[in-house]
Protein backbone atom coordinates (compact mmCIF):
# COMPACT_ATOMS: atom_id res chain seq x y z
CA UNK A 1 0.00 0.00 0.00
CA UNK A 2 0.65 3.69 -0.80
CA UNK A 3 0.02 6.95 1.85
CA UNK A 4 2.00 9.53 1.95
CA UNK A 5 2.15 12.96 3.92
CA UNK A 6 5.53 14.29 1.78
CA UNK A 7 6.67 17.43 2.09
CA UNK A 8 4.83 20.42 0.04
CA UNK A 9 5.36 23.20 -2.15
CA UNK A 10 3.02 25.61 -3.88
CA UNK A 11 0.31 24.32 -6.48
CA UNK A 12 0.24 27.76 -8.50
CA UNK A 13 3.19 29.77 -8.89
CA UNK A 14 2.79 33.60 -7.69
CA UNK A 15 5.05 36.61 -6.37
CA UNK A 16 5.58 35.84 -2.52
CA UNK A 17 7.62 37.80 -0.25
CA UNK A 18 9.89 36.31 2.16
CA UNK A 19 9.64 38.30 5.04
CA UNK A 20 7.42 37.59 7.93
CA UNK A 21 4.26 39.02 7.48
CA UNK A 22 3.36 40.94 10.48
CA UNK A 23 -0.43 40.57 9.69
CA UNK A 24 -0.73 37.05 9.53
CA UNK A 25 -1.78 35.40 12.35
CA UNK A 26 -2.17 31.45 13.06
CA UNK A 27 -5.49 30.10 13.30
CA UNK A 28 -7.04 27.18 15.18
CA UNK A 29 -6.41 23.78 13.06
CA UNK A 30 -9.32 22.35 11.78
CA UNK A 31 -10.98 18.87 13.37
CA UNK A 32 -9.94 16.02 11.10
CA UNK A 33 -12.83 14.23 8.99
CA UNK A 34 -14.44 11.28 10.83
CA UNK A 35 -12.73 8.02 9.76
CA UNK A 36 -14.40 5.80 7.11
CA UNK A 37 -14.29 2.49 6.66
CA UNK A 38 -11.09 0.93 5.24
CA UNK A 39 -10.82 0.10 1.87
CA UNK A 40 -8.43 -2.40 -0.15
CA UNK A 41 -5.02 -1.41 -0.68
CA UNK A 42 -4.75 -3.57 -3.88
CA UNK A 43 -7.05 -3.89 -6.79
CA UNK A 44 -6.49 -5.65 -10.31
CA UNK A 45 -8.31 -4.07 -13.72
CA UNK A 46 -9.30 -6.27 -16.33
CA UNK A 47 -6.16 -5.16 -18.40
CA UNK A 48 -3.66 -6.35 -15.52
CA UNK A 49 -2.70 -3.22 -14.13
CA UNK A 50 -2.11 -3.08 -10.33
CA UNK A 51 -3.84 -0.41 -8.66
CA UNK A 52 -1.95 0.16 -4.97
CA UNK A 53 -4.20 2.89 -2.93
CA UNK A 54 -4.48 3.76 0.72
CA UNK A 55 -5.92 1.11 2.68
CA UNK A 56 -7.56 3.74 4.94
CA UNK A 57 -9.24 7.19 4.31
CA UNK A 58 -8.13 7.88 7.77
CA UNK A 59 -6.42 11.21 7.76
CA UNK A 60 -2.72 11.09 8.98
CA UNK A 61 -1.76 13.35 12.19
CA UNK A 62 -2.48 17.15 11.17
CA UNK A 63 0.85 18.65 10.30
CA UNK A 64 1.74 22.27 9.79
CA UNK A 65 2.42 23.15 6.45
CA UNK A 66 5.08 26.00 5.29
CA UNK A 67 3.35 28.57 3.72
CA UNK A 68 4.81 29.77 0.30
CA UNK A 69 4.58 33.76 1.51
CA UNK A 70 6.79 32.84 4.16
CA UNK A 71 7.98 30.67 7.36
CA UNK A 72 4.62 29.99 8.61
CA UNK A 73 2.79 27.21 8.66
CA UNK A 74 -0.36 26.09 8.18
CA UNK A 75 -2.67 24.26 9.36
CA UNK A 76 -5.56 24.69 7.49
CA UNK A 77 -7.18 22.36 5.76
CA UNK A 78 -9.10 23.71 2.44
CA UNK A 79 -9.58 20.40 0.92
CA UNK A 80 -8.11 16.79 -0.49
CA UNK A 81 -7.74 15.42 -3.96
CA UNK A 82 -6.48 11.95 -5.23
CA UNK A 83 -3.90 11.71 -8.05
CA UNK A 84 -2.85 8.76 -10.11
CA UNK A 85 0.52 7.92 -11.09
CA UNK A 86 1.84 5.40 -12.73
CA UNK A 87 4.86 3.24 -11.30
CA UNK A 88 7.86 0.56 -12.05
CA UNK A 89 6.15 -2.68 -13.00
CA UNK A 90 6.07 -5.43 -10.02
CA UNK A 91 5.58 -8.98 -10.88
CA UNK A 92 5.52 -8.50 -13.92
CA UNK A 93 1.90 -6.39 -13.72
CA UNK A 94 2.08 -2.70 -14.22
CA UNK A 95 1.41 -0.54 -11.27
CA UNK A 96 -0.93 2.43 -10.68
CA UNK A 97 -0.79 4.52 -7.62
CA UNK A 98 -3.81 6.43 -5.66
CA UNK A 99 -2.23 8.89 -3.62
CA UNK A 100 -4.88 11.06 -1.52
CA UNK A 101 -2.78 14.95 -1.41
CA UNK A 102 -4.10 17.99 0.62
CA UNK A 103 -4.65 21.35 -0.14
CA UNK A 104 -4.34 24.57 2.78
CA UNK A 105 -5.10 27.45 3.08
CA UNK A 106 -2.21 30.13 3.08
CA UNK A 107 -2.56 31.53 7.00
CA UNK A 108 -0.93 34.97 4.93
CA UNK A 109 -3.51 37.54 4.57
CA UNK A 110 -1.85 39.68 1.80
CA UNK A 111 -0.67 36.49 0.30
CA UNK A 112 -1.96 36.68 -3.54
CA UNK A 113 -1.99 32.62 -3.13
CA UNK A 114 -4.97 31.63 -0.92
CA UNK A 115 -4.34 28.00 -1.41
CA UNK A 116 -1.52 25.26 -2.06
CA UNK A 117 -1.12 22.30 -1.92
CA UNK A 118 1.14 19.40 -0.41
CA UNK A 119 3.24 17.98 -2.78
CA UNK A 120 4.75 14.35 -3.63
CA UNK A 121 8.65 13.27 -3.35
CA UNK A 122 7.85 10.37 -5.57
CA UNK A 123 6.60 12.58 -8.56
CA UNK A 124 6.50 16.20 -9.69
CA UNK A 125 3.85 18.30 -9.63
CA UNK A 126 0.76 17.73 -12.22
CA UNK A 127 2.74 14.78 -13.32
CA UNK A 128 1.17 11.61 -14.18
CA UNK A 129 3.87 8.94 -13.71
CA UNK A 130 6.79 8.42 -10.64
CA UNK A 131 10.24 10.04 -10.91
CA UNK A 132 11.10 6.86 -11.03
CA UNK A 133 9.05 5.69 -13.93
CA UNK A 134 10.51 8.84 -15.99
CA UNK A 135 13.81 8.43 -15.41
CA UNK A 136 14.07 4.68 -16.81
CA UNK A 137 11.73 6.41 -19.65
CA UNK A 138 14.27 8.43 -20.51
CA UNK A 139 16.90 5.98 -20.74
CA UNK A 140 14.64 3.65 -22.89
CA UNK A 141 14.12 6.47 -25.34
CA UNK A 142 17.69 7.96 -25.13
CA UNK A 143 18.95 3.99 -26.02
CA UNK A 144 16.54 2.39 -28.51
CA UNK A 145 14.26 5.77 -30.04
CA UNK A 146 10.82 5.76 -30.45
CA UNK A 147 8.93 2.89 -31.94
CA UNK A 148 11.77 0.10 -30.51
CA UNK A 149 11.88 1.94 -26.89
CA UNK A 150 7.59 1.43 -27.16
CA UNK A 151 7.69 -1.94 -28.04
CA UNK A 152 10.29 -2.60 -25.34
CA UNK A 153 8.57 -0.77 -22.68
CA UNK A 154 5.25 -3.28 -23.33
CA UNK A 155 7.05 -6.14 -22.31
CA UNK A 156 7.78 -4.09 -19.60
CA UNK A 157 4.43 -3.88 -18.33
CA UNK A 158 5.55 -0.03 -18.41
CA UNK A 159 2.60 1.82 -20.21
CA UNK A 160 4.80 4.55 -22.38
CA UNK A 161 3.67 5.51 -26.07
CA UNK A 162 6.55 6.44 -28.18
CA UNK A 163 5.28 10.00 -28.57
CA UNK A 164 5.98 9.79 -24.61
CA UNK A 165 9.49 9.07 -24.42
CA UNK A 166 10.36 11.21 -27.57
CA UNK A 167 8.98 13.89 -25.68
CA UNK A 168 10.55 13.14 -22.39
CA UNK A 169 13.75 13.55 -24.72
CA UNK A 170 13.06 16.89 -25.86
CA UNK A 171 11.91 17.92 -22.51
CA UNK A 172 15.98 17.31 -20.81
CA UNK A 173 17.24 19.02 -23.69
CA UNK A 174 20.67 19.28 -25.40
CA UNK A 175 23.35 19.20 -22.50
CA UNK A 176 25.32 22.47 -22.12
CA UNK A 177 27.95 23.03 -24.52
CA UNK A 178 31.00 23.69 -22.99
CA UNK A 179 34.13 24.69 -25.50
CA UNK A 180 36.62 22.21 -25.74
CA UNK A 181 40.25 22.34 -25.90
CA UNK A 182 41.32 19.15 -27.57
CA UNK A 183 38.89 17.72 -30.20
CA UNK A 184 39.22 14.78 -32.71
CA UNK A 185 37.76 14.80 -35.86
CA UNK A 186 36.67 11.91 -38.66
CA UNK A 187 34.54 10.91 -41.06
CA UNK A 188 31.21 8.83 -40.51
CA UNK A 189 28.60 7.69 -42.45
CA UNK A 190 25.36 8.81 -43.15
CA UNK A 191 24.97 6.10 -45.24
CA UNK A 192 27.92 3.56 -45.81
CA UNK A 193 29.14 4.28 -49.34
CA UNK A 194 26.85 7.15 -50.24
CA UNK A 195 27.27 9.75 -48.10
CA UNK A 196 29.65 10.82 -45.03
CA UNK A 197 29.84 13.78 -42.41
CA UNK A 198 31.85 14.66 -39.89
CA UNK A 199 32.04 13.97 -36.29
CA UNK A 200 34.20 16.05 -34.10
CA UNK A 201 34.46 15.13 -30.40
CA UNK A 202 35.93 16.22 -27.05
CA UNK A 203 38.27 14.63 -25.86
CA UNK A 204 38.77 15.59 -22.89
CA UNK A 205 34.84 14.87 -21.69
CA UNK A 206 35.23 11.81 -24.15
CA UNK A 207 31.84 12.79 -25.45
CA UNK A 208 30.68 13.93 -29.63
CA UNK A 209 30.00 17.55 -29.85
CA UNK A 210 29.49 18.03 -33.44
CA UNK A 211 27.74 16.20 -36.84
CA UNK A 212 28.71 18.25 -39.45
CA UNK A 213 26.80 17.65 -42.93
CA UNK A 214 29.96 16.21 -44.95
CA UNK A 215 33.81 15.90 -44.91
CA UNK A 216 34.87 18.90 -47.41
CA UNK A 217 37.85 20.73 -45.80
CA UNK A 218 36.03 23.92 -46.13
CA UNK A 219 32.99 22.68 -43.33
CA UNK A 220 35.63 21.70 -41.04
CA UNK A 221 37.51 24.70 -41.44
CA UNK A 222 34.82 27.16 -40.28
CA UNK A 223 33.64 24.67 -37.49
CA UNK A 224 37.33 25.53 -36.03
CA UNK A 225 37.76 29.00 -36.78
CA UNK A 226 34.55 29.55 -34.72
CA UNK A 227 36.45 27.57 -32.00
CA UNK A 228 39.77 29.71 -31.67
CA UNK A 229 40.59 28.16 -27.85
CA UNK A 230 41.43 24.77 -29.18
CA UNK A 231 44.93 24.00 -28.26
CA UNK A 232 44.75 20.29 -29.62
CA UNK A 233 43.39 18.44 -33.21
CA UNK A 234 43.51 14.77 -33.40
CA UNK A 235 42.98 13.44 -36.64
CA UNK A 236 43.78 10.45 -39.09
CA UNK A 237 46.67 10.49 -41.73
CA UNK A 238 44.72 11.75 -44.66
CA UNK A 239 45.36 15.68 -45.85
CA UNK A 240 41.50 17.10 -45.62
CA UNK A 241 41.45 17.46 -42.20
CA UNK A 242 44.73 18.32 -42.10
CA UNK A 243 44.71 21.14 -44.13
CA UNK A 244 41.10 22.34 -42.34
CA UNK A 245 43.45 22.52 -39.00
CA UNK A 246 46.42 24.34 -40.33
CA UNK A 247 43.66 27.20 -42.19
CA UNK A 248 41.98 27.27 -39.01
CA UNK A 249 43.95 27.02 -35.85
CA UNK A 250 47.32 27.94 -37.50
CA UNK A 251 48.65 27.59 -33.69
CA UNK A 252 47.06 24.34 -32.31
CA UNK A 253 49.30 20.93 -32.52
CA UNK A 254 48.09 18.48 -34.71
CA UNK A 255 48.21 14.81 -33.36
CA UNK A 256 47.66 11.43 -35.15
CA UNK A 257 44.77 9.74 -33.87
CA UNK A 258 45.99 6.52 -32.12
CA UNK A 259 43.10 4.37 -33.37
CA UNK A 260 44.27 5.46 -36.91
CA UNK A 261 48.22 4.42 -36.26
CA UNK A 262 46.95 0.85 -35.08
CA UNK A 263 44.76 0.67 -37.91
CA UNK A 264 47.77 1.27 -40.28
CA UNK A 265 50.30 -1.09 -38.47
CA UNK A 266 47.36 -4.09 -38.78
CA UNK A 267 46.49 -2.79 -42.22
CA UNK A 268 50.34 -3.15 -43.13
CA UNK A 269 50.48 -7.32 -41.42
CA UNK A 270 47.50 -8.01 -43.56
CA UNK A 271 49.28 -6.80 -46.58
CA UNK A 272 51.90 -8.67 -45.41
CA UNK A 273 50.45 -12.21 -44.63
CA UNK A 274 48.60 -11.88 -47.80
CA UNK A 275 52.46 -11.72 -49.69
CA UNK A 276 53.22 -14.99 -47.56
CA UNK A 277 49.74 -16.84 -48.68
CA UNK A 278 51.62 -19.25 -51.40
CA UNK A 279 54.09 -20.33 -48.41
CA UNK A 280 51.43 -20.51 -46.00
CA UNK A 281 49.40 -22.94 -48.02
CA UNK A 282 51.99 -25.29 -48.89
CA UNK A 283 52.99 -25.38 -45.23
CA UNK A 284 49.04 -26.36 -44.82
CA UNK A 285 49.65 -29.16 -46.93
CA UNK A 286 46.88 -27.84 -49.98
CA UNK A 287 46.30 -30.75 -52.31
CA UNK A 288 47.28 -29.63 -55.79
CA UNK A 289 43.80 -27.65 -57.83
CA UNK A 290 42.52 -30.16 -59.95
CA UNK A 291 39.87 -28.46 -62.21
CA UNK A 292 37.63 -31.21 -62.85
CA UNK A 293 36.85 -31.05 -59.81
CA UNK A 294 35.63 -27.44 -60.08
CA UNK A 295 32.14 -26.07 -60.71
CA UNK A 296 31.54 -23.90 -63.53
CA UNK A 297 31.65 -20.60 -61.48
CA UNK A 298 34.81 -22.03 -59.80
CA UNK A 299 36.12 -22.57 -63.11
CA UNK A 300 35.76 -18.73 -64.07
CA UNK A 301 37.61 -18.17 -61.21
CA UNK A 302 39.97 -20.25 -61.30
CA UNK A 303 40.72 -19.00 -65.12
CA UNK A 304 41.15 -15.41 -64.22
CA UNK A 305 43.63 -16.54 -61.19
CA UNK A 306 45.61 -18.00 -63.74
CA UNK A 307 45.84 -15.27 -66.30
CA UNK A 308 46.69 -12.70 -63.21
CA UNK A 309 49.67 -15.32 -62.46
CA UNK A 310 50.49 -15.00 -65.87
CA UNK A 311 50.59 -11.06 -65.74
CA UNK A 312 52.44 -11.19 -62.41
CA UNK A 313 55.16 -13.34 -63.81
CA UNK A 314 55.88 -11.31 -66.97
CA UNK A 315 56.60 -8.30 -64.69
CA UNK A 316 58.67 -9.91 -62.81
CA UNK A 317 60.36 -11.43 -65.44
CA UNK A 318 61.62 -7.90 -67.07
CA UNK A 319 62.21 -6.54 -63.55
CA UNK A 320 64.75 -9.08 -63.29
CA UNK A 321 66.43 -8.20 -66.25
CA UNK A 322 66.45 -4.67 -65.11
CA UNK A 323 64.00 -3.53 -66.85
CA UNK A 324 62.41 0.45 -65.41
CA UNK A 325 59.12 0.40 -64.48
CA UNK A 326 58.16 2.60 -67.24
CA UNK A 327 59.14 0.67 -70.32
CA UNK A 328 57.38 -2.71 -68.13
CA UNK A 329 53.97 -0.24 -67.81
CA UNK A 330 54.93 0.01 -71.79
CA UNK A 331 55.59 -3.20 -72.67
CA UNK A 332 52.91 -4.88 -70.46
CA UNK A 333 50.14 -2.01 -71.33
CA UNK A 334 49.33 -2.44 -67.62
CA UNK A 335 48.63 0.62 -64.81
CA UNK A 336 51.76 1.95 -62.90
CA UNK A 337 50.49 1.01 -60.09
CA UNK A 338 49.83 -2.21 -60.59
CA UNK A 339 53.39 -3.25 -61.67
CA UNK A 340 53.97 -1.52 -58.48
CA UNK A 341 52.03 -3.73 -56.58
CA UNK A 342 53.71 -6.64 -58.29
CA UNK A 343 57.26 -5.81 -57.87
CA UNK A 344 56.53 -5.41 -53.92
CA UNK A 345 55.26 -8.65 -53.49
CA UNK A 346 51.06 -6.49 -52.57
CA UNK A 347 49.63 -9.07 -55.28
CA UNK A 348 51.05 -12.84 -54.79
CA UNK A 349 47.72 -14.48 -54.72
CA UNK A 350 46.40 -18.01 -53.39
CA UNK A 351 43.27 -19.67 -55.19
CA UNK A 352 40.71 -20.31 -53.22
CA UNK A 353 37.57 -21.75 -53.74
CA UNK A 354 33.96 -19.22 -53.86
CA UNK A 355 32.71 -19.68 -50.41
CA UNK A 356 29.15 -21.22 -50.12
CA UNK A 357 25.57 -21.64 -48.09
CA UNK A 358 26.44 -25.13 -47.96
CA UNK A 359 30.13 -25.12 -46.17
CA UNK A 360 28.33 -25.35 -42.82
CA UNK A 361 26.35 -28.56 -43.40
CA UNK A 362 29.77 -30.32 -44.97
CA UNK A 363 29.93 -32.94 -42.03
CA UNK A 364 26.55 -33.87 -42.18
CA UNK A 365 26.55 -34.16 -46.16
CA UNK A 366 29.98 -36.21 -45.89
CA UNK A 367 28.66 -38.25 -43.28
CA UNK A 368 24.99 -38.90 -45.53
CA UNK A 369 27.66 -39.56 -48.42
CA UNK A 370 29.65 -42.54 -46.54
CA UNK A 371 26.22 -44.12 -45.46
CA UNK A 372 25.18 -44.45 -49.08
CA UNK A 373 22.56 -41.33 -49.80
CA UNK A 374 24.89 -40.24 -53.22
CA UNK A 375 21.63 -38.77 -55.00
CA UNK A 376 21.42 -34.64 -55.08
CA UNK A 377 17.66 -34.32 -54.77
CA UNK A 378 17.43 -36.65 -51.95
CA UNK A 379 20.29 -34.71 -50.16
CA UNK A 380 18.76 -31.81 -50.47
CA UNK A 381 15.31 -32.71 -49.19
CA UNK A 382 16.95 -33.80 -46.31
CA UNK A 383 19.40 -30.76 -45.69
CA UNK A 384 15.99 -28.68 -46.33
CA UNK A 385 15.11 -30.38 -42.90
CA UNK A 386 18.29 -29.50 -41.38
CA UNK A 387 17.66 -25.55 -42.01
CA UNK A 388 19.46 -25.18 -45.41
CA UNK A 389 17.98 -22.58 -47.33
CA UNK A 390 19.86 -22.86 -50.87
CA UNK A 391 19.04 -24.16 -53.96
CA UNK A 392 18.80 -27.86 -55.29
CA UNK A 393 21.79 -26.92 -57.50
CA UNK A 394 23.99 -26.07 -54.59
CA UNK A 395 23.63 -29.40 -53.67
CA UNK A 396 23.67 -31.35 -57.08
CA UNK A 397 27.00 -29.53 -57.89
CA UNK A 398 28.51 -30.68 -54.73
CA UNK A 399 27.60 -33.95 -55.39
CA UNK A 400 28.91 -33.84 -58.63
CA UNK A 401 32.23 -32.69 -57.81
CA UNK A 402 32.34 -35.28 -54.81
CA UNK A 403 31.55 -38.34 -57.24
CA UNK A 404 34.43 -37.04 -59.45
CA UNK A 405 37.08 -37.12 -56.69
CA UNK A 406 35.97 -40.77 -55.55
CA UNK A 407 36.31 -41.53 -59.10
CA UNK A 408 39.98 -40.07 -59.56
CA UNK A 409 40.71 -41.58 -56.04
CA UNK A 410 41.53 -37.95 -54.73
CA UNK A 411 41.32 -36.07 -51.60
CA UNK A 412 38.09 -33.51 -51.21
CA UNK A 413 39.69 -30.02 -51.88
CA UNK A 414 40.33 -28.27 -48.83
CA UNK A 415 39.82 -24.67 -47.72
CA UNK A 416 42.96 -23.13 -46.30
CA UNK A 417 42.19 -20.03 -44.54
CA UNK A 418 41.87 -16.64 -45.62
CA UNK A 419 44.66 -13.98 -45.13
CA UNK A 420 42.23 -11.76 -42.66
CA UNK A 421 42.05 -15.26 -40.91
CA UNK A 422 45.07 -16.50 -40.67
CA UNK A 423 46.49 -12.26 -39.74
CA UNK A 424 43.81 -13.14 -36.51
CA UNK A 425 44.87 -16.53 -35.52
CA UNK A 426 49.02 -14.96 -35.33
CA UNK A 427 47.82 -11.96 -33.41
CA UNK A 428 45.48 -13.48 -30.98
CA UNK A 429 46.77 -15.65 -27.18
CA UNK A 430 47.39 -18.72 -27.44
CA UNK A 431 45.16 -19.39 -24.82
CA UNK A 432 42.49 -18.05 -27.13
CA UNK A 433 42.80 -20.67 -30.21
CA UNK A 434 41.53 -24.14 -30.03
CA UNK A 435 43.84 -27.26 -30.53
CA UNK A 436 43.09 -27.10 -34.43
CA UNK A 437 44.14 -23.52 -34.56
CA UNK A 438 47.18 -23.83 -32.89
CA UNK A 439 48.91 -26.26 -35.09
CA UNK A 440 47.87 -23.77 -38.08
CA UNK A 441 49.61 -20.91 -36.20
CA UNK A 442 53.08 -23.21 -35.00
CA UNK A 443 53.01 -24.40 -38.91
CA UNK A 444 52.93 -21.14 -40.51
CA UNK A 445 55.42 -20.04 -37.82
CA UNK A 446 58.05 -22.18 -39.15
CA UNK A 447 57.11 -21.82 -42.85
CA UNK A 448 57.30 -18.43 -42.72
CA UNK A 449 59.57 -16.31 -40.39
CA UNK A 450 59.12 -13.34 -41.61
CA UNK A 451 55.61 -13.03 -41.39
CA UNK A 452 56.49 -13.89 -37.63
CA UNK A 453 59.23 -10.59 -37.06
CA UNK A 454 55.99 -8.84 -38.71
CA UNK A 455 54.16 -9.79 -35.84
CA UNK A 456 56.40 -8.92 -33.33
CA UNK A 457 57.22 -5.39 -35.00
CA UNK A 458 53.22 -4.65 -34.82
CA UNK A 459 52.76 -5.78 -31.33
CA UNK A 460 55.89 -3.70 -30.23
CA UNK A 461 54.51 -0.66 -31.94
CA UNK A 462 50.83 -1.31 -30.36
CA UNK A 463 52.34 -1.65 -26.89
CA UNK A 464 54.14 1.84 -27.78
CA UNK A 465 50.91 3.71 -28.65
CA UNK A 466 48.80 1.74 -25.64
CA UNK A 467 51.19 3.18 -22.95
CA UNK A 468 51.70 6.99 -24.67
CA UNK A 469 55.30 6.27 -25.40
CA UNK A 470 54.96 7.97 -28.97
Known amino acids: SSDTSPSTSCATPAKTSSRRDPDCAERRPTPPPPETPPSNGEEKSPDGTQTISPRSCKAPPLTRILSPAGPLASDRVHSRYRRTLGDLPIGGRAVRLLLNARRFRCVVDRCRRRIFAERSEAAKPWARRTARLDALAHHLALALGGRPAESFAKRLQLPLSRDTLLRLVRRSGAPKFEPPCAVGIDDWAWRRNYRYGTLICDLERRRTISLLPDREPATAQAWLAAQPQIEVVTRDRGGA ?230
Do not use: C
Open 241 to 470: YALAAARALPSALQVADRWHLMANASQAFLAATRGSMRTIRAALGAPTIDPQLLTSAEKLQYEGYLRREEINGAILELAKAGTPIREIVRRTGHSRGLVRKVLRGQRSEVFQSRESSIDSFLPWLDAQWESGVRNGAALHRDLKAHGFAGSLRVVTEWATRRRRADTANLERLSRTPSARTISRLLTLERDQLTRAQTLTVAAIEQAAPALIEARELMAAFHVLIRQKKV
